[in-house]
Every structure is written in structure tokens, then in C-alpha cells.
């Protein structure tokens, strides 16, 4: 395998807004990351992924772009830009921005012109259309909810949003539109980013506009994964885009692709993929349902494990799946995955510790390496969320009550992992001095980086352990490229694999119960190793290991 720059490194993804607010405005900013980089340089991290800071109005949390060239004013200026982009190089940390190309906002000057003249050159930069006998062109429901039509005030015409209806969707058939989204990507890249994550991308290729599907819910629309799944051709924008953009520049592009179809792996991040690396997002979607989220199911351990070594066997010879065990889009990893009694400090490491030794890049999602939780929200009224707003919706109006869909919104809501980052234990956690835009978790006196960074056994600490780990030269060829090998996979309450190249073994066992439990592992012997565990013992004894409840061991066999 062709080796890359980006192989070895350990990502970290950056939610501007609830980084660090530098001028007291309650709002997080690039002057604040800026301050941060040292704090994310001590945690050992060497790539940033920046979600939206472009000029918005909002509506999505900077998913909903109003003009790409320029910084919005609540995260700072172009000038702060550039000096983070500075600031990061000197510190050798690569900075990715996110690339969000499907949709711009309605207040984008394109759409503002396609809207002054639908039938005009700008109206071609979106899909827009007229009822047919007064039916709207299609079915499809948004992912926020709703018709994915919307009317032009004052006109017969209706455009396409697959998100909210302040996200309009570009039209990539039209050579026009790609032009101007490829000068814009170069434009960036010149300007020293080292790459981009790629905004739901597997939305810019649809299928016939006028192709109604069968309804899967009350409102007689049907879900957008229906919808893609019927399409085909995405390769032909993503193979141009690729090159004419990221490759000239060596750009590192991890695509965010739900549902590349069987089959199509290496087309999207083999050596000659469309993107170098995807995410991994199949524990993500485990459980999930076309009903919305009160119909989905949580996954267990057991499925969080079947999950992660389908995706390691799957990918094995094509090439590198980027791992997460949350988002800004996805509940806190730790308060999802682990078991109610394994919420704590030793299950957070064991969690940790499993997904980060996977073949494939590490992201860390802020606040992940505090082990930070979900909220308990008490009232619609306290999120701010589209997506869950719009889910408390369907749950009502599935016949649950208000208790019942606030249970359900705190479960799933992309406001868990949206709170303000836990500095320390003062006033708004350290965030703000001013009043936070988004309430502060409840636990941020007991769960913050302040009382982290000076105990060798806190989460953070051992977050540290995983990524110098990574990088210390002697196992970094088999952590980066050994390939991942199921141990004892049918054993019940264990997770633990091998990561093997030629000249080294290196293993993750975890056991996710709370009972102590032996694995019988022929390989251990007497010059078997431990390099890192959550409990300080560890009985590794010939031809066995033997894990405590909640135990998570690393070590070279
Ligand atoms: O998310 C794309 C995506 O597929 C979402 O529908 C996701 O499933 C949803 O957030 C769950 O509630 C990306 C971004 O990550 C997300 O924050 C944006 O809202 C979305 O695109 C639109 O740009
Ligand atoms: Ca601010």
C-alpha cells in the first residue's frame, strides 16, 4: 500500500461554536481555537477538522452557507483565519474545514438571483420546478422533515432542500455550478488548508426529479435513503471534483458517505478513491429507523462489536475507514454505547480504548477525551437543534406524550454533543464569561479539563496514553497498517481483536461486563507485553489474560 502523509495521524474534530469563546459573547470563535492549539497539541493531536465557520445565517448551525469566501463575523474574520492556519503549521497540526457543497443557504446570492429569475442562468444553479396537476414533482421527505419542496414566494416555481428549506440543493448536473465549487475548493486549499471533510455528499447525485416512491410513514412521503438508493452516476462528479481540486493539492478528504453501495468501497476510498478516507458509520446507524428516531433501537456492546469488525473486514486491502464514536450530528459516544452501570470513568477508557486501536484514523470529537455526556434536556424549548425539534414533532405526532418524546429528543438530540466545552469548574465551565448560547452540561464541576490534566488516571490522561501510543515508533507500523483480526469474536461481553503485520501482534482485549473474566489466547507468553490498560492489574499469564470487570488491555503478543 501506497503510503500517505495522513496515515498515522490522529484527527480531532472542532465544533467552532462551542470551542472557546475568546470576546465574551457566548459564542464560540477562531480567536478561541486559536488560543486552544496547544491545549489540542498536549492532547497529541495533528489534524483539526473545523465545522462550518464560512458566513451563515444559521439555520443549521453553519451548514447553510450564505458565501463561501468569507468568515462569518460571530467566529472572527478571514484575518483569523489565516493566522490559525499559521498558528497550526507552526505547531505541525493539519487543519481541514468542513466542505459543504450539496446545499448553500437561501441567502446565498446564487439562490437570492435564482429567485429573482427563476428561468434565468441562476435558476440552473439549483433544481427548481413547477407543480405537476397541482402535485409537487415528488415525495421525498427532507431529513428535517417535510416536503424536500418548497414554493418561490410569489412564483409558480417550487426548489429542491433534502435538509431544511433554508438549504437549498446545488444543481451538480449543471457543468456551471461545479465550475464555481471547484475554484472556490482550490481557492481554499491555496490558501493552505490540507483538506476538507466532506459535507453529505452522497446527496448531490438524484434521481429523476419527478419519481415518486412508496410512502413509509403517515405523511405519505418517503425517506431520502429510498431515494439514493435508486440513484447512480455519483462517481462522475466525485472522480471530477477529485481531480480538479483535491488531487493537484495532495488535499486529504474524508467523505461523509452513509451508504455507499455493496460493492463500491474502493470506488469511494480505495488508493484511487474518490476521497482518501470515509467514515465509519455503521454502529452509527445501527438501530436506526425509517419511522424517525422514537422508532429507532439503541445498539448494544455486542452490536457495537459485530458492527466495528464487519467494517474492519470490509475495508481490509481497500484502504482506511475514519473512526468515531460521536459527532456534532450524534449523541455523547459514552452515554450511547456503554451500558447504563458502565457509564463511568473505567467503561469511558474501555470504549475508548477499543474504537481507537481500529484499523483506520482516529477523530476525536471535542469534549470526547473529557469523556463528557449527554444532557438531560427538560423541554423542547431548551434545544436548539432543527433535527430534534422536528423529531419531538413526529414523536407527538405518533401518539407518544411530551415525557415520552423528550426521552426519546435527549436520546438522539445533536445537542448532547453540542454543549459548550468543559474548561473547568467555574462559572459556564470556563466556555464564556458571557451567557453561553447553548446551556452548559450540569456535570461540569465533576466532568471538566482543568481537574483532568494533572490526574494521571483521568480520561484525558489516558486519551493521551492511545494517541502517544499511536505514534511511538515502535508499534506505529502495526497500529497504522496491521491488519485487524476478531479474537474469541463469538465470546459474549468481550471485544477483542489482534492488529498484526509481519513482525509484531499487537492486542485489544475489553471486557464490557462487570464481571471478572479469562480469555484463553494461545499467543501469550512469557515476552508478552502489556503497554496500556485502565486497571493497574493486569494478570497476563501464559496462554491467558484475565480482564477485571470493564477492563480494557493493550499489549504486544
Ligand atoms: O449531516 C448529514 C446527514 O445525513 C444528517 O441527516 C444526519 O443524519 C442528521 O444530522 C441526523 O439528525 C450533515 C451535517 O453533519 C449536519 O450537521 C448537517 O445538518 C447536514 O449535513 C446538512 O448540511
Ligand atoms: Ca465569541
Not at 448551525?61 to 483569523?80: L, N, R, S, V
Not at 441562476?122 to 433544481?127: E, I, L, R, S, V
Not at 417550487?158 to 433554508?166: A, G, N, R, T
Not at 457543468?175 to 483538506?195: F, S
Request: aromatic share 14%; net charge negative.
Amino acid at each position: 500500500m501506497k503510503k500517505e502523509w495522513w496515515h498515522g495521524k490522529t484527527a480531532y474534530q472542532i465544533y467552532p461554536k462551542s470551542f472557546y469563546d475568546s470576546n465574551d459573547d457566548g459564542i464560540g470563535d477562531l480567536p478561541g481555537i486559536i488560543s486552544k492549539l496547544d491545549y489540542l497539541k498536549e492532547l497529541g493531536i495533528d489534524m483539526i477538522w473545523l465545522s462550518p465557520v464560512y458566513l451563515s445565517p444559521c439555520a443549521d448551525q453553519g451548514y447553510d452557507i450564505a458565501d463561501y469566501y468569507q468568515i462569518d463575523p460571530m467566529f472572527g474574520t478571514m484575518e483569523d483565519m489565516e493566522q490559525l492556519l499559521e498558528e497550526a503549521k507552526k505547531r505541525e497540526i493539519a487543519v481541514l474545514m468542513d466542505l459543504v457543497v450539496n446545499h448553500c443557504s437561501d441567502e446565498h446570492e446564487w439562490f437570492r438571483k435564482a429567485c429573482a429569475d427563476p428561468e434565468g442562468e441562476y435558476g440552473k444553479y439549483f433544481y427548481l420546478e413547477k407543480k405537476k396537476d397541482g402535485k409537487l414533482p415528488s415525495n421525498w421527505r427532507s431529513y428535517f422533515g417535510g416536503p424536500v419542496w418548497e414554493q418561490i414566494p410569489g412564483s409558480e416555481w417550487y426548489y429542491l432542500h433534502v435538509f431544511h428549506k433554508k438549504q437549498p440543493d446545488l444543481n451538480w448536473e449543471n457543468p456551471l455550478v461545479r465550475e464555481r465549487l471547484y475554484e472556490m475548493i482550490n481557492w481554499w486549499l491555496d490558501k493552505g488548508l490540507a483538506g476538507f471533510r466532506i459535507d453529505a455528499i452522497i446527496n448531490i447525485k438524484k434521481p429523476q426529479m419527478f419519481r415518486d416512491y412508496p410512502a413509509d410513514r403517515e405523511d405519505g412521503l418517503c425517506d431520502m435513503g429510498t431515494v439514493l438508493a435508486d440513484t447512480s452516476g455519483i462517481g462522475d462528479f466525485l472522480r471530477e471534483m477529485r481531480d480538479r481540486a483535491f488531487r493537484p493539492h495532495g488535499a486529504f478528504t474524508v467523505g461523509e458517505v452513509f451508504n455507499a453501495k455493496d460493492g463500491e468501497l474502493a470506488d469511494f476510498a480505495g488508493e484511487d478513491g474518490y476521497f482518501s478516507s470515509i467514515f465509519d458509520f455503521r454502529q452509527t446507524v445501527e438501530g436506526k429507523s425509517v419511522e424517525g428516531w422514537y422508532g429507532a433501537r439503541i445498539p448494544t456492546m455486542e452490536d457495537y462489536k459485530r458492527c466495528c469488525f464487519a467494517s474492519q473486514r470490509e475495508m481490509e486491502g481497500i484502504g482506511f475507514y475514519s473512526n468515531i464514536i460521536e459527532n456534532h450530528d450524534e449523541p455523547r459516544g459514552v452515554s450511547y454505547y456503554l451500558p447504563e452501570e458502565a457509564r463511568n470513568e473505567k467503561g469511558k477508557k474501555l470504549l475508548a480504548a477499543l474504537y481507537f486501536m481500529l484499523k483506520g484514523l482516529p477523530f476525536i470529537y471535542q469534549g470526547q477525551e473529557l469523556g463528557m455526556e449527554n444532557v438531560a434536556y427538560t423541554s423542547v424549548d431548551e434545544i436548539d437543534d432543527i433535527s430534534s425539534k422536528d423529531e419531538y414533532q413526529v414523536c407527538l405526532a405518533a401518539g407518544l406524550t411530551e415525557e415520552e418524546a423528550m426521552t426519546v429528543v435527549n436520546r438522539y438530540s445533536r445537542d448532547n454533543a453540542r454543549t459548550p466545552f468543559q474548561w473547568n469548574a467555574k462559572e459556564n465551565a470556563g466556555f464564556t464569561r458571557g451567557k453561553p448560547w447553548l446551556r452548559v452540561n450540569d456535570n461540569y464541576r465533576k466532568i471538566n479539563w482543568e481537574q483532568q490534566r494533572t490526574d494521571p488516571n483521568s480520561v484525558f490522561a489516558f486519551y493521551q496514553q492511545l494517541i502517544r501510543l499511536r505514534k511511538n515508533p515502535e508499534y506505529q507500523n502495526v497500529i497504522v497498517y496491521g491488519k485487524t483480526e476478531p479474537v474469541r469474536e463469538e465470546e459474549p461481553g468481550i471485544m477483542a481483536y489482534y492488529r498484526r503485520s509481519d513482525k509484531q501482534t499487537i492486542l485489544v482485549a475489553g471486557n464490557f461486563t462487570q464481571e471478572e473474566r479469562t480469555l484463553w489466547i494461545d499467543e501469550i507468553d512469557e515476552r508478552s507485553q502489556v503497554l496500556l490498560s485502565n486497571d493497574k492489574s493486569v494478570k497476563l499469564e501464559k496462554k491467558r489474560i484475565v480482564l477485571q470487570g470493564l477492563q480494557v488491555v493493550i499489549a504486544v503478543v
